[in-house]
């Protein structure tokens, strides 16, 4: 087999997972979601689907991945021979692109927020500055492309290099770094005036502002944030040790990852509401709401300048990812070299990447259901095929996988207690599937 991550270290391994896991989905798409939705409802049905699908699932794609070491593909021929599953690869290789196409133009915005942040643009504004200095941002297809491509280019250089070290490096010191900025923002935030408005948001949860498809975000959020149902940790976990505990693993990522959408929650919405500004802005949220934090704090040039970096370095380890699953699949099932395999994903990805970039501007006229086409990307990424492959994903381990195979991942070959396994075979076969099914079968009016 081609060499790719070869994880070394236990935490090497659990900080590439997280380091895919901790993106964009967390600081920026939790606060808004949660701000369309209502908050503190949004984010107890979040948590609830963390534990009994997400960890769930987790789980299973570590299973799949380290039983047989190989791509999903390959995975999927050994794991049934003889059977059609391996085709479910094929989504998952679509909805990496989808995620990608959409996700780096928001990394693009970073690198603008980056750069302005050096330049010392983000501070002395009002928020009425903030929200016009975003909109010129997204009107402007030379800066919005731009961006992209920028960020794309470093996307691919580094996975070019191999990912190995470097990667890993960079995201074990990132990553803890992050969660210390964190919760220095979030300290800051609380000390706002009216931060218990924004507290009372995140945390008190109002029922009546969650509708079915504040259900179906949730639910889309989680599978999103914990980078499940596209196969991206089968990949990473085909380099797995034997002697790893994947249940203590797949429940370290998750609590990881769900600590940083909290925290970004808390950092953002008592400053959404000291501003003044509409929690259910959108995708613009945190662009707006952010450099009034800084501006708010002593140094806070160097504070903007760090978060930023931070930010970019966290999307960095999750666009590795997803870029990898592709790759992976082309050097492994089609035989090509690492050079080639980059050089065609990195095509797809900057077609579609460069369309959503356009789709506040130029193609800002194509609209479905009222979403332009970085919308549609979005909503269709986590909302379809992430919980799509969820679904697969339980139902194939939960009710297809010879059972065998999972108490043998489970306990490490009867190394391991594996108290796990009672939840997981449940929440597999039985929470997950009713769950999604029900509510697609609710939204598309079957029921
Ligand atoms: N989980 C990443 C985030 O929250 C996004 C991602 C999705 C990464 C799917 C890899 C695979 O930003």
């Given at each position: 087999m081609?060499?790719?991550?070869?994880?070394?270290?236990?935490l090497?391994?659990?900080?590439?997972?997280?380091?895919?896991?901790?993106?964009?989905?967390?600081?920026?798409?939790?606060?808004?979601?949660?701000?369309?939705n209502?908050?503190?409802?949004?984010?107890?049905?979040?948590?609830?689907?963390?534990?009994?699908?997400?960890?769930?699932?987790?789980?299973?794609?570590?299973?799949?991945?380290?039983?047989?070491?190989?791509?999903?593909?390959?995975?999927?021929?050994?794991?049934?021979?003889?059977?059609?599953?391996?085709?479910?690869?094929?989504?998952?290789?679509?909805?990496?692109?989808?995620?990608?196409?959409?996700?780096?133009?928001?990394?693009?915005?970073?690198?603008?927020?980056?750069?302005?942040?050096?330049?010392?643009?983000?501070?002395?504004?009002?928020?009425?500055?903030?929200?016009e200095?975003?909109?010129?941002l997204?009107?402007?297809?030379?800066?919005?492309?731009?961006?992209?491509?920028?960020?794309?280019?470093?996307?691919?250089?580094?996975?070019?290099?191999?990912?190995?070290?470097?990667i890993?490096?960079?995201?074990?010191i990132?990553?803890?770094?992050?969660?210390?900025?964190?919760?220095?923002?979030?300290?800051?935030?609380?000390?706002?005036?009216?931060?218990s408005?924004?507290?009372?948001?995140?945390?008190?949860?109002?029922?009546?502002?969650?509708?079915?498809?504040g259900?179906?975000?949730?639910?889309?959020q989680?599978?999103?944030?914990?980078?499940?149902?596209?196969?991206?940790?089968?990949?990473?976990?085909?380099?797995?040790?034997?002697?790893?505990?994947?249940?203590?693993?797949?429940?370290?990522?998750?609590?990881?990852?769900?600590?940083?959408?909290?925290?970004s929650?808390?950092?953002?919405?008592?400053?959404?509401?000291?501003?003044?500004?509409?929690?259910?802005?959108?995708?613009?949220?945190?662009?707006?709401?952010?450099?009034?934090?800084?501006?708010?704090?002593?140094g806070?040039?160097?504070?903007?300048?760090?978060?930023?970096?931070?930010?970019?370095?966290?999307s960095?380890?999750?666009t590795?990812?997803?870029?990898e699953?592709?790759?992976?699949?082309?050097?492994?099932?089609?035989?090509?070299?690492?050079?080639?395999?980059?050089?065609?994903?990195?095509?797809?990805?900057?077609?579609?990447?460069?369309?959503?970039?356009?789709?506040?501007?130029?193609?800002?006229?194509?609209?479905l259901?009222?979403?332009?086409?970085?919308?549609?990307?979005?909503?269709?990424?986590s909302?379809?095929?992430?919980?799509?492959?969820?679904?697969?994903?339980?139902?194939?381990v939960?009710?297809?996988?010879?059972?065998?195979?999972?108490?043998?991942?489970?306990?490490?070959?009867?190394?391991?207690?594996?108290?796990?396994?009672?939840?997981?075979?449940?929440?597999?076969?039985?929470?997950?599937?009713?769950?999604?099914?029900?509510?697609f079968l609710y939204?598309?009016?079957?029921?």
């Open positions: 081609t060499k790719r991550v070869g994880f070394a270290t236990r090497g391994a659990i900080a590439a997972a997280v380091g895919s896991a901790v993106g964009l989905g967390n600081i920026w798409r939790f606060p808004y979601e949660a701000g369309v209502g908050g503190g409802a949004f984010i107890l049905v979040y948590i609830c689907c963390i534990i009994v699908m997400g960890i769930p699932v987790i789980l299973s794609e570590f299973i799949i991945g380290r039983s047989t070491h190989s791509n999903m593909k390959a995975a999927l021929k050994k794991l049934s021979p003889g059977k059609k599953y391996y085709l479910f690869t094929y989504l998952c290789i679509l909805g990496s692109f989808v995620v990608i196409g959409f996700y780096s133009v928001v990394c693009g915005w970073i690198i603008e927020y980056l750069y302005q942040a050096v330049l010392g643009n983000l501070s002395g504004h009002t928020p009425q500055e903030y929200n200095m975003f909109t010129s997204v009107a402007s297809p030379w800066r919005c492309v731009g961006w992209t491509v920028l960020f794309l280019v470093l996307n691919f250089i580094v996975m070019s290099r191999g990912i190995e070290k470097g890993e490096r960079v995201a074990s990132m990553m803890p770094l992050l969660f210390v900025i964190l919760i220095i923002f979030c300290v800051n935030s609380l000390l706002l005036p009216g931060a408005k924004g507290l009372k948001f995140l945390f008190y949860p109002d029922f009546s502002q969650l509708t079915m498809r259900v179906l975000d949730a639910f889309g989680a599978f999103l944030s914990l980078s499940i149902g596209i196969s991206c940790l089968v990949t990473y976990s085909s380099y797995f040790k034997d002697d790893t505990s994947l249940a203590k693993d797949a429940t370290t990522v998750a609590v990881l990852d769900t600590l940083v959408a909290i925290l929650g808390v950092m953002i919405f008592p400053a959404v509401f000291s501003f003044g500004v509409e929690p259910t802005a959108g995708p613009r949220l945190i662009f707006e709401v952010l450099p009034g934090i800084f501006q708010q704090m002593t806070g040039y160097i504070w903007a300048l760090l978060f930023f970096l931070l930010v970019f370095f966290a960095l380890t999750s590795i990812s997803l870029s699953i592709p790759i992976t699949f082309l050097i492994e099932e089609h035989k090509m070299s690492r050079g080639r395999a980059i050089a065609w994903t990195a095509l797809f990805t900057f077609a579609l990447a460069v369309i959503a970039a356009l789709s506040f501007n130029v193609l800002d006229d194509i609209k259901w009222g979403k332009n086409i970085f919308d549609m990307m979005d909503y269709a990424a909302n379809i095929f992430m919980l799509l492959g969820g679904l697969f994903t339980a139902v194939y939960g009710w297809i996988l010879d059972r065998k195979v999972i108490h043998e991942q489970i306990t490490n070959g009867g190394r391991l207690k594996g108290s796990m396994e009672p939840f997981l075979i449940f929440c597999l076969r039985y929470v997950a599937p009713v769950s999604i099914i029900f509510i939204l598309t009016g079957i029921i």
